[in-house]
């Protein structure tokens, strides 16, 4: 399958769902991503939205990923000894439907992709006013953590901060 995704010569339904979760599993990503209110009358509260992504120096899987679920397509320019990567993303439904389409066959991102398809059945079960409740926000932001912490980052930052890390038991 790589080789036939290299040349271009691979169609969409020839990449098997566990190929794309395999890939997934070591290029993609997982997170809800939090935007500021801006203090207008729509809009007052914090906005928390899905994102799924992925990146490879081979535009080939990238495009696949772009042509069958949509979404944004682009490139990071190479710098010193890097390549050139070439990026998707895909964000709110398309992303929920991406991650479902992908769960069963995950196996890395198996708890990041559970997590974020239960903040998706969460907020779509609430939808109505544009006024979200100062409870909801605390729920979306428990959900946002939890990812965070699932993917490392919590760690990460804990690391370079000096902070000293207790291991998981």
Do not use: C
């Amino acid at each position: 399958i790589y080789r036939q995704i290299q040349s271009g010569a691979a169609k969409p339904e020839e990449i098997s769902l566990e190929y794309l979760a395999g890939f997934f599993d070591g290029e993609g990503s997982i997170s809800i991503g939090l935007n500021s209110p801006k203090n207008t009358p729509r809009s007052k509260n914090p906005n928390h939205t899905l994102h799924v992504g992925a990146g490879n120096t081979n535009p080939m899987i990238i495009k696949y990923l772009y042509d069958k679920y949509g979404g944004s397509f682009f490139t990071r320019d190479a710098k010193g000894n890097q390549r050139k990567v070439w990026q998707w993303g895909i964000s709110s439904r398309r992303a929920e439907k991406f991650l479902q389409e992908l769960q069963p066959f995950l196996r890395m991102k198996q708890p990041q992709a559970n997590l974020a398809l239960a903040f998706m059945e969460h907020k779509i079960g609430k939808k109505g006013p544009t006024q979200v409740s100062a409870a909801e926000i605390e729920i979306r932001e428990k959900y946002r953590h939890e990812l965070i912490t699932l993917n490392g980052r919590a760690l990460r930052q804990k690391a370079q901060n000096g902070t000293q890390i207790q291991p998981m038991v």
